[in-house]
């Protein structure tokens, strides 16, 4: 009971300083015109924004459980780059913002299911939702006016480094640190339900901004 309140708690806190976190940048809103300025704007977007630091938490205690971590967590990244990359050719996708938001519901629900995943479903699981959520990374580089090659490459780097430690070290403290080595673990198994609820709450906000952009 304890831990369910602490991480009800938790999940509280988030949703209630989320949109104040996502208001700001790591550069401050000026531009990028360097590849340090890339580097450290790809390297504080995913810290910024709670989706997308739920999401690759989240994702790295489930590869690790699952016994693919290190591999998993390359597909999730090299699906994230991909999905920038896509932004800024200028292919579309379709409500992004319903689709991070549907991305913690799906990967929080499988593990609040507590079945781990064979090595082919999770790798490509992974690729599919680092896709989504890298090209809405990729806005910030789309809504630039001028992107050098030197700039989009420190953000792929800044994106790439960020994840990979947090996905690894997420993996690594659930293990070393709270003996998880199952998707049976009721605190994994909470952990999962605790971003299920940061994705609902997510996909309602953007409804509702949808529902009152059309009334």
Wanted: charged letters at 5%.
């Amino acid at each position: 009971m304890k831990l369910l309140i602490q991480t009800l708690i938790t999940a509280t806190a988030a949703l209630i300083f989320a949109q104040p976190v996502l208001a700001h940048h790591p550069l401050g809103g000026l531009p990028m015109e360097s590849f340090s300025d890339g580097l450290l704007s790809g390297l504080g977007h995913p810290v910024l924004g709670f989706d997308h630091l739920f999401f690759i938490l989240v994702a790295g205690i489930i590869a690790t459980y699952s016994g693919y971590g290190k591999t998993a967590l390359v597909v999730l990244i090299s699906g994230v780059l991909a999905g920038v990359m896509l932004n800024v050719r200028g292919v579309l996708l379709p409500a992004p913002e319903f689709l991070v938001a549907l991305s913690l519901i799906l990967l929080g629900g499988i593990g609040v299911y507590g079945k781990s995943l064979a090595v082919l479903p999770l790798v490509a699981l992974f690729g599919g939702l680092g896709l989504c959520h890298g090209w809405a990374f990729g806005q910030t580089i789309v809504q630039q006016e001028l992107v050098s090659p030197s700039v989009l490459s420190g953000y792929l780097a800044g994106l790439a480094i960020v994840q990979w430690l947090l996905g690894v070290g997420s993996g690594s403290v659930a293990v070393k640190l709270f003996g998880i080595l199952s998707s049976t673990d009721l605190r994994a198994r909470l952990a999962c339900a605790m971003v299920t609820g940061v994705g609902v709450t997510y996909f309602f906000e953007h409804a509702e901004s949808v529902v009152f952009s059309v009334l």
